[in-house]
């Protein structure tokens, strides 16, 4: 044994230096999980949707489903703190299809979507992995998906009941279908996401100009017959009510404030409004925001029409643009970076790559990890203008976008599957 380690110095500090790494993420999640505990957020998301459930098996009114007053007393009967500007803001579809976990106590409620969001997680990472066909041993393969599963993004989302984790699987099930399998049943996952929260329509419009007609219309067909259910479930007017608000219920949401909460370029430019560094009115900060999504979508539209398809990398850009256009981002929407990461590693694996794009790659990755978060949290408490590191998520979203494109403009073949 002795001998072994006199003869491999390097793999054995490096045997140590995994271990001590792993400790530190196991630490770092303990911690935060023990945090949110002791404010009474741990599950706090899920008490919305919970009451959302239960409101659908009273069978009441749409208008009780996003009333403020009454989710309020909901989690104050729960002992969970009451602040402004949470709420219910999900579509009734996303209440209807869940509404099986309201006939189940709370806590026993709850531990079951923790159990189903980390399930379809780690069958979301299995099968992006196996659709963008990264070229790893099993051992490596192991260790980058136990690794991922660890990421701050998922890590919050599931401590808080969110519902990020399962759009992640039904995304990554729709990529697996449509690039892997050839299916149109594609659109089918990807119909669930868009019902369960809107913001997956920017991958349907991706497919729709990458010309996936088939699949699209399969995710046509089922936010249609999900909203037809719900109408008939909860109530006729119930879709047409939700559309109607649906802007005053993000607007509600935004009010929460800017970074870190709003990692969106408006949430970055009103935290520098907060501190003096930006004297632009609110109104000048939302011609700006909307500048820069007509400049995204100038760059998506761009890229679409000059480049091949691109399995790893049409998967990649795909899943930043739920981020990219949305003006509120929080730090467990950066789940969606996953699959654009991944398709970078992909890409790297297959074609001659710089060191400095690994070097990039694996700085994004350890930004993401738990352990960053806390010394970042730290940091921002301690330092004077320690304020500025709380815009980092949105520079590793810019940079990743970056990296994606560069990576997809590049002639190049066509990526083969594995």
Same mark, same amino acid.
């Given at each position: 044994?002795?001998?072994?380690?006199?003869?491999?110095?390097?793999?054995?500090?490096?045997?140590?230096?995994?271990?001590?790494? @792993? /400790?530190?993420?196991?630490?770092?999640?303990?911690?935060?999980?023990?945090? &949110?505990?002791?404010?009474?957020?741990?599950?706090?998301?899920?008490?919305?949707?919970?009451? $959302?459930?239960?409101?659908?098996?009273?069978?009441?009114?749409?208008?009780?489903?996003?009333?403020?007053?009454?989710?309020?007393? $909901?989690?104050?009967?729960?002992?969970?703190?009451?602040?402004?500007?949470?709420?219910?803001?999900?579509?009734?579809?996303?209440?209807?299809?869940?509404?099986?976990?309201?006939?189940?106590?709370?806590?026993?409620?709850?531990?079951?979507?923790?159990?189903?969001?980390?399930?379809?997680?780690?069958?979301?990472?299995?099968?992006?992995?196996?659709?963008?066909?990264?070229?790893?041993?099993? !051992? +490596?393969?192991?260790?980058?998906?136990?690794?991922?599963?660890?990421?701050?993004?998922?890590?919050?989302?599931?401590?808080?009941?969110?519902?990020?984790?399962?759009?992640? $699987?039904?995304?990554?099930?729709?990529?697996?279908?449509?690039?892997?399998?050839?299916?149109?049943?594609?659109?089918?996952?990807?119909?669930?996401?868009?019902?369960?929260?809107?913001?997956?329509?920017?991958?349907?419009?991706?497919?729709?100009?990458?010309?996936?007609?088939?699949?699209?219309?399969?995710?046509?067909?089922?936010?249609?017959? &999900?909203?037809?259910?719900?109408?008939?479930? %909860? @109530?006729? @007017?119930?879709?047409?009510?939700?559309?109607?608000?649906? /802007?005053?219920?993000?607007?509600?949401?935004?009010?929460?404030?800017?970074?870190?909460?709003?990692?969106?370029?408006?949430?970055?430019?009103?935290?520098?409004?907060?501190?003096?560094?930006?004297?632009?009115?609110?109104?000048?900060?939302?011609?700006?925001?909307?500048?820069?999504?007509?400049?995204?979508?100038?760059?998506?539209?761009? %890229?679409?029409?000059?480049?091949?398809?691109?399995?790893?990398?049409?998967? +990649?850009?795909?899943?930043?643009?739920?981020?990219?256009?949305?003006?509120?981002?929080? @730090?467990?929407?950066?789940?969606?970076?996953?699959?654009?990461?991944?398709?970078?590693?992909?890409?790297?694996? /297959?074609?001659?790559?710089?060191?400095?794009?690994?070097?990039?790659?694996?700085?994004?990755? $350890?930004?993401?990890?738990?352990?960053?978060?806390?010394?970042?949290?730290?940091?921002?408490?301690?330092?004077?203008?320690?304020?500025?590191?709380?815009?980092?998520?949105?520079?590793?979203?810019?940079?990743?976008?970056?990296?994606?494109?560069?990576? &997809?403009?590049?002639? !190049?073949?066509?990526?083969?599957?594995?």
């Amino acid at each position: 044994m002795w001998r072994s380690l006199r003869q491999s110095p390097m793999r054995w500090l490096f045997g140590v230096a995994f271990a001590m790494c @792993g /400790v530190f993420i196991g630490y770092s999640i303990y911690v935060e999980f023990v945090g &949110l505990q002791h404010i009474h957020f741990l599950h706090y998301d899920y008490a919305f949707f919970y009451y $959302a459930f239960q409101t659908v098996w009273h069978h009441t009114h749409i208008t009780q489903l996003y009333d403020m007053s009454r989710q309020k007393l $909901a989690l104050s009967y729960r002992h969970f703190p009451i602040t402004p500007y949470n709420q219910y803001v999900y579509p009734p579809q996303f209440a209807v299809f869940w509404a099986w976990l309201g006939l189940l106590p709370f806590n026993i409620s709850a531990n079951v979507w923790f159990v189903i969001s980390l399930l379809l997680y780690v069958v979301g990472l299995y099968l992006l992995w196996k659709t963008v066909s990264i070229r790893m041993g099993i !051992q +490596g393969s192991m260790i980058a998906v136990l690794f991922l599963t660890t990421l701050m993004p998922f890590v919050i989302d599931l401590s808080v009941g969110n519902v990020n984790s399962i759009l992640f $699987a039904c995304i990554a099930i729709t990529y697996y279908l449509l690039y892997h399998r050839k299916s149109a049943w594609a659109g089918v996952p990807l119909g669930l996401a868009i019902v369960f929260k809107v913001t997956p329509i920017a991958i349907l419009a991706y497919l729709i100009m990458r010309k996936k007609w088939k699949a699209s219309l399969m995710a046509m067909i089922t936010v249609g017959l &999900l909203s037809l259910i719900t109408e008939l479930f %909860v @109530g006729v @007017g119930a879709i047409r009510y939700y559309l109607l608000h649906f /802007v005053s219920f993000g607007t509600t949401s935004m009010k929460n404030g800017p970074a870190p909460y709003n990692e969106s370029l408006l949430g970055i430019m009103g935290l520098l409004q907060k501190h003096h560094i930006l004297t632009w009115s609110n109104l000048q900060q939302h011609d700006i925001f909307y500048g820069f999504i007509a400049v995204m979508l100038m760059i998506v539209f761009y %890229v679409v029409l000059r480049t091949k398809e691109n399995i790893a990398l049409d998967i +990649g850009l795909s899943s930043l643009a739920l981020l990219l256009f949305s003006p509120l981002v929080e @730090g467990m929407h950066l789940l969606f970076l996953v699959p654009a990461l991944l398709a970078m590693m992909s890409d790297l694996t /297959v074609r001659r790559s710089s060191g400095l794009l690994w070097f990039l790659l694996f700085v994004i990755l $350890a930004f993401l990890s738990m352990p960053a978060t806390l010394v970042i949290n730290v940091l921002t408490n301690h330092l004077p203008d320690g304020f500025l590191l709380q815009t980092y998520m949105f520079w590793i979203l810019l940079g990743t976008l970056m990296i994606v494109l560069q990576r &997809l403009i590049k002639k !190049q073949p066509r990526i083969r599957r594995g």
